[in-house]
């Protein structure tokens, strides 16, 4: 089973920044595409960030302009930097792999990393 772990969240002031790291026990380039979800507390998790394994990547409006997804393969890490942050973004912060099987995606997650955006 693939295995991914998050770190690097963190209590940050808003309009600061982190860098939230996913380390995988896979080559991230086997699989379709690596993301970035959140989940504030009551809330849904949300997808916040994507890229293929072609490099293209996606976001969400409410994050576009602020935050970055990016990868090192040579280190299967995902990571996801996140500047001027606001209060609105703290959530629990979950890495995601879909790999291709032969009945589609399938989803592996990590185990989450708190940011939390306050004064």
């Known amino acids: 089973q693939v295995q991914l772990v998050e770190s690097g969240g963190g209590l940050v002031q808003p309009g600061g920044s982190l860098r939230l790291s996913c380390a995988a026990s896979?080559?991230?380039?086997?699989?379709?595409?690596m993301a970035w979800y959140r989940q504030a507390p009551g809330g849904r998790r949300e997808f916040v960030a994507d890229?293929?394994?072609?490099?293209?990547?996606a976001y969400a409006d409410s994050v576009k302009g602020r935050f970055t997804i990016s990868r090192d393969s040579n280190q299967n890490t995902v990571y996801l930097q996140m500047d001027s942050l606001k209060p609105e973004d703290t959530a629990v912060y979950y890495c995601?792999?879909?790999?291709?099987?032969?009945?589609?995606?399938?989803?592996?997650w990590g185990q989450g990393t708190q940011v939390t955006v306050s004064s």
């Open positions: 896979i080559s991230i380039g086997s699989a379709a595409a």
């Open positions: 890229m293929t394994r072609y490099g293209t990547t």
């Open positions: 995601n792999a879909k790999v291709v099987g032969p009945q589609g995606l399938v989803d592996y």
